[in-house]
């Protein structure tokens, strides 16, 4: 017989048509018997009522006479996400949930997004739920007395714990839930995902290494998710591709996809991108001005938040977007989705398909728009992994990120202090840190309050005072400052823009605006703009009536092929090779692949290819190894370094997703260096430092480290600091941990995050593994073949102007194009 509560959820599906999924039900059993655990659910399948109901179940059997009456109840769930716009979705269906049970629960949001008086009200009264990110959920910790909020605290779910994971955000949700599962042991711990590979090390990072509830779950959905893909295709393909150019030219092809449509997301990898795809659709259709509208994330909050709006309420037909919308927001009326360009990797694009049709049984439908003829190849390993089980991507934990921890205990220290020996143990429970030593701690606590070994002689950099055991924070500027700094996530630094009247259109990074003069006009939010003035760190702007303008650009926008397409993409080229492909994306494409196998080959699987060619320029080597841009960037400069060892001799590098190119004045000895072991994984970290200017990459990572742990302070509101002035800061801690205290923690974590992140040492390492297996083929080539031509542009692009390269670019085609 099931409970009061149980029956009145399940009467409150059937009212709306529905009946609860099998995995809803499993995961209700859970987490009522107590357990924590993990549930992974295609988007659009029900995920947040699987988690939402049992505590509504747990509440009506706990009130079975009374849980409809008015009461001060205290706050019963935390509901983590990483998107506002995700915040503001979820709390719309939550309290259309206990407004139809007539429960008088009131869900709350605390984000960036919410006004400074309901950040007020909601420290005098907790709702039942309150949805926040986990910056937001780190503000709250540094309030004093914040134990209180969570007094009545039952469960905490992390909605789209992928996309936390592997990021300092994920870390710093570790900690705070470190520290809620020691204020309410009891504590129900559950995160979603959507979309993730390593499913089991994922659960591991969520519920800690010290769960008490030693047989937490994981559920997996058994919901199939209708999918239809679909590419856009060419008419006539040119011989040789670059990148960027061709999707526009599909704009015909588009605009009948987005009229059949009532609602369309057209998804960007770049902000740069979707601010051009949003001025090319309304040049070639204006009558769309009105009924489409642009999204990301340096927009302001009052246009992102009507856009959400009008399209929750289907009066836009088409919304160009980044991954600004990327993740579960239900917007019900939106029937497709059209991807531009490779979206990199197979969850992120199956993420974004299941944008359109979101409600459970629907089919979502996406379109696949390539911006480079050959990303048609990615397109039919898209088509083949939505329709085939393959591996997922896997996010991978980050460890011991010190600056983060810094931070965190900055948090407590500005609230109630704490007390080291009960935070270690804590800290410890989480798998970030589980391998922390006391040694380690020893020195961030000698950090947080004297400065360390270099700093001990300034004031301003012991924050932290130790009394009777307690390190607590008591200047009320530090305090004030510290909680203003909450975060993880690390930017270059953003100036304001804003009409000379004063609405205010978003933020773009200042490294744009200081390349602009006043006069000169630019793209942003949909609209051109001229710049009239910058006044500290807002540029004020007026409409300008042109078409021709600059769009910006940010640093934050690079992708790179995951692994996982990398190994898609080497079968599609495989399956071209021996003829087993039966997709119209490689049909479409042969014309290029006739000419790369007539002049050079095509490179099978297991397979290396490296061409050797002499231009003007001088002497070039492509390497194809289809291992994205970033194993391409440290893979590189490694095989250039180890090259210039055989020889004196310098080099100029490009590398796109595909390959890479060396370019040199001098001969280049390629078979002496192949008989070399070029391509060794031993002393591989060493070679790599030697190859790059390490210091000056470690720098750069720094500067981001400096921020999170508290170093430097981009000012308060209204009083930013410039960005050249945060980067001196940054730079001089740099030169003063490096040479006076070469084993502080944040200098070495610099490095360690070079080699991780921006060189991903772990699958660079791999990939030479696997091409010491492979057969290499070197090929000497007349000219540039079609799989060279797109990286040799790339290099064009780096130091012409967009006129001279489409010139330069137009009369190479023409030539290559006369040999074919």
Not at 523 to 529: D, I, Q, V
Request: contains cysteine; glycine residues 6%.
């Amino acid at each position: 017989m099931k409970s009061k509560g149980y029956r009145k959820i399940v009467k409150w599906f059937n009212h709306r048509g529905w009946q609860p999924f099998d995995y809803q039900k499993e995961v209700w059993e859970a987490f009522l018997s107590g357990q924590n655990g993990l549930l992974n659910a295609p988007t659009g399948s029900g995920k947040t009522y699987a988690l939402y109901m049992p505590l509504l179940i747990n509440w009506i059997d706990e009130h079975p006479e009374t849980y409809n009456e008015l009461a001060d109840n205290g706050l019963q769930l935390v509901w983590i996400t990483p998107l506002r716009a995700l915040a503001r979705d979820i709390e719309q269906a939550l309290q259309t949930v206990v407004d139809d049970l007539d429960i008088p629960w009131q869900i709350d949001r605390r984000t960036g997004d919410v006004s400074s008086y309901k950040k007020q009200q909601l420290k005098e009264q907790m709702p039942e739920v309150l949805i926040t990110t986990p910056e937001s959920l780190h503000i709250l910790m540094a309030q004093k007395g914040y134990y209180n909020y969570f007094s009545d605290l039952d469960a905490v779910v992390v909605d789209e714990w992928h996309e936390l994971l592997g990021s300092k955000r994920g870390t710093q949700t570790e900690l705070g839930l470190s520290r809620l599962k020691h204020l309410r042991p009891e504590l129900n711990i559950w995160g979603i995902s959507a979309t993730i590979g390593n499913l089991k090390e994922a659960h591991n990072v969520l519920v800690g290494t010290h769960d008490s509830k030693k047989d937490s779950a994981i559920i997996k959905a058994d919901v199939k998710k209708k999918l239809a893909v679909q590419s856009v295709l060419p008419d006539d393909v040119e011989k040789f591709p670059w990148s960027g150019h061709l999707g526009t030219k599909l704009l015909p092809k588009v605009l009948p996809i987005i009229e059949e449509s009532r609602s369309t997301l057209i998804f960007t990898n770049t902000r740069s991108q979707s601010e051009i795809w949003f001025q090319q659709l309304l040049e070639a259709k204006p009558e769309l001005a009105g009924t489409i509208a642009l999204h990301h994330g340096s927009l302001s909050k009052r246009i992102r938040r009507w856009v959400e709006n009008s399209l929750h309420e289907g009066k836009l037909k088409a919304v160009v977007c980044t991954s600004s919308l990327d993740l579960g927001v239900d917007f019900a009326p939106v029937e497709t989705v059209i991807q531009v360009g490779s979206p990199k990797g197979v969850a992120r694009f199956l993420q974004r398909a299941g944008r359109s049709g979101h409600q459970p049984g629907s089919t979502s439908r996406i379109y696949f728009v390539p911006t480079n003829a050959l990303e048609l190849i990615e397109a039919a390993a898209l088509k083949t992994a939505a329709t085939q089980k393959v591996a997922l991507e896997s996010r991978d934990p980050i460890l011991k990120p010190h600056d983060v921890l810094i931070q965190y205990l900055n948090t407590l220290a500005v609230s109630d202090g704490f007390t080291p020996d009960q935070i270690y143990e804590e800290v410890k429970t989480t798998f970030a840190y589980q391998t922390l030593t006391q040694k380690e701690w020893n020195w961030i606590l000698n950090f947080i309050t004297t400065g360390g070994q270099s700093l001990t002689a300034y004031d301003e950099y012991s924050k932290v005072i130790e009394e009777d055991g307690l390190y607590k924070v008591l200047d009320k500027k530090i305090k004030r400052r510290h909680r203003m700094s909450i975060g993880t996530i690390a930017s270059d630094t953003m100036m304001s823009v804003k009409y000379l009247k004063g609405a205010h259109l978003g933020s773009i990074e200042e490294w744009f605006i200081a390349s602009l003069n006043p006069g000169d006009k630019f793209w942003f939010a949909g609209r051109s703009l001229e710049l009239v003035r910058t006044k500290q760190m807002t540029a004020y702007v007026r409409r300008a009536n042109t078409s021709k303008a600059k769009v910006p650009s940010w640093m934050s926008g690079r992708m790179s092929l995951s692994s996982n397409m990398s190994n898609l993409l080497r079968h599609k080229m495989h399956q071209a090779i021996n003829g087993t492909a039966n997709d119209i994306e490689l049909e479409t494409i042969q014309p290029i692949l006739v000419v790369q196998n007539d002049w050079s080959t095509l490179p099978d699987e297991n397979e290396l290819l490296i061409e050797e060619t002499t231009s003007r320029e001088g002497h070039h080597l492509f390497f194809y190894p289809f291992e994205g841009r970033y194993v391409h960037e440290g893979m590189s400069a490694l095989i250039a370094y180890r090259i210039s060892q055989l020889t004196p001799i310098t080099f100029s590098i490009a590398m796109n997703d595909y390959g890479f190119e060396l370019l040199s004045d001098k001969e280049i000895p390629i078979q002496e260096a192949l008989d070399r072991d070029l391509f060794s994984d031993k002393n591989l970290v060493e070679d790599i430092f030697s190859s790059l200017n390490d210091t000056e990459l470690a720098k750069r990572r720094f500067r981001g480290i400096c921020h999170i742990a508290g170093l430097i302070f981009k000012g308060f509101p209204g009083q930013q600091k410039a960005g050249r002035h945060l980067q001196s800061s940054a730079g001089l801690f740099f030169d003063v941990f490096d040479q006076y205290e070469p084993d502080n923690l944040l200098l070495q974590q610099a490095y360690d995050e070079v080699l991780s992140y921006q060189l991903d040492e772990v699958r660079l390492r791999k990939a030479l593994k696997r091409i010491q297996s492979q057969k290499i083929t070197l090929k000497e080539t007349d000219r540039f073949t079609p799989l060279a031509f797109p990286i040799m542009v790339d290099r064009l692009r780096e130091r012409l102007s967009s006129e001279n390269l489409m010139d330069r670019i137009q009369k190479m085609q023409l030539q290559l194009e006369g040999h074919t």
